[in-house]
């Protein structure tokens, strides 16, 4: 009983025992003697506790210590001294004290933070688990030991019946996944099948599906089926045109993968998707004319050049090289933009007849481009807002623009008619500019005509006949501002009527504004010219139009000009009357 106090009180507390009894005496009856187990942990706490008493007054002091600096039972430290000491030939107290505190650290270590210290379930377990606490709660550490090893014991037995169930759940998995990995074979091949009839949306559906099938066990390969999925989307959207929200989703969903791939593991496949992502903002920046995304997709371009190249992925390297040479002359980069172009031409084979030709046609818009800059008035549709007046030297940019869409033409025209045939219109175009910032009227008769001849072809519908149209009335307006003729005016105006009937205000609204502004101008002339108020009347709507269509478009570039023109116009019509009668002979 005195040790007990001692132990329990932590050294704090140790009874003085004075005693002249001569037999052991029991009061009123014999003590129940306990039985089994719990006989067994008492006996090894009896022992203990008697076996502290024979402890060295030295050793007992360093018990002690250890105990308190690291707040530990002393019952508990006296078993393992005891452990300690069994295991040597002759006492070393020294060596026995830095072995005891070594323990005595690590047991606080691990009592510190526990690992999985819940009670089993399993009966045994929990009996078992049960008497081991009790040992160690009685300092019986050996006898805790010895209930620990029955419970290994009894968890060796349950664990080589789970390991049975787990190799016949392993066995029925590998099949559930080889037979979900056919499954999503076959909703590839229906994707390839959907690809070869033109059904984009079947095409993605089924790439998603084959997705959903290997998520579980193949997250690369899954990762592989989304992305052809929104590819095939994208596509769409590009090719059948009018469902612009596609561009943002897509964006959205190559950011996310993105995130799932690991550069330096798969760079090839980080370099794929960084290269779609530039195409996707690229696409997106187009419709929203959003200058952030211009930014994105230059870094997502350069970030795919990085890994790429045309010998190692020519897709990947073209569609990130042609994004990069694209944005740079939208965000006025132009001379990185023509630097870019370069690289797209020389990295390019000529047997590439489309990617080649996209190459040159990039290069002549840089240039187009970089004439405009040094111009007066370098949007596209604003040539007319005033005199035509380009600073001197431009006419060399306008030139070499024409240049490379002639060489354009030539690579395409055996295998790309349409294309073939929208490089001749732009080079006539550029031909026209090249004559208007000489100032030189036989070389913008001369491109008017070659556009004339341009447009005589067959273009076939939509967009393939829109964008030449387009092309042919801005040179009809060119050279019939410059020229003052009015016949041409009304001709360049019937070009973009045609071209609206095909962009409309809901499909293609940056060229519908565009048309419309470029209409106010030219009925703002014939009015004026004509003393016609229903013209005016109808300029001050086209620019109506076209401000209410540029509000997130940003016609032709020049906004605020647009507004000031139709204030212009609102002014000259509310001061036609009196205007036209002082005027009259």
Known sequence: VSQEVYVDTGARQLPWTSSSLSRVLYFGRDADAPTGDDAQIIDDRRKLLLDIATVPQQSKAYVEAVAAQEDLKLADLYSMLEVINSGKGSADATATHDQLLGVAKRVREVLDDPILSGAPTDPELARLDGLANKAIAAGAFKLAFG???????????????????????????????????????????????????????AEAAAYNRAAKQTALFDPALSLKFRLRAVDALVQRAQQQGGDFLIYPKAVAAYQDMLEQVDRDKDPRLWADIQSKLAWGLMLSAGAREDEKMKHDAVAAASAALSIVTPQTAYADWSRAQYVLV????????????????????DGTPRSDTFDWSRGEQEYANDWIEAGRAESQYPPIVTFALGPISYATGTSVAFAKAADAFAQAATACRSTNHELYQQMLEQ?????????????????????????????????????????????????????????????????????????????????GESDWAMMRGAEGVLLSTIGEENRDRSSLQAAIQAYSDAIHGDQELNFGGDYRRAIAERAATQSLLDSADGRWQALTP
């Open 326 to 345: 694209r944005e740079l002359r939208l965000l006025d980069s132009l001379e990185p933009a023509q630097a870019a172009a370069a690289v797209f031409l």
């Open 427 to 507: 080079e006539a175009y550029s031909r026209v500019l090249e004559g208007a910032a000489a100032h030189d009227l036989p070389t913008m008769l001369a491109g008017l005509a070659e556009g004339r001849e341009g447009v005589t072809g067959d273009y076939g519908k939509g967009t393939q006949l829109a964008y030449p149209l387009e092309l042919f009335g801005d040179e009809l307006a060119m050279v019939g501002k410059a020229i003052d003729s009015q016949p041409m005016m009304r001709e360049a105006l019937a070009k973009f009527a045609q071209v609206e009937k095909i962009f409309t205000e809901t499909e």
């Open 147 to 201: 209930y620990r090893q029955q419970e290994a014991k009894r968890a060796a037995a349950i664990e080589n019946r789970l390991d049975s169930q787990q190799a016949q759940i392993d066995k029925q998995q590998t099949e559930l996944n080889d037979t979900r990995r056919e499954l999503a074979g076959v909703y590839a091949r229906v994707a390839e099948a959907a690809m070869y009839t033109l059904q984009p949306d």
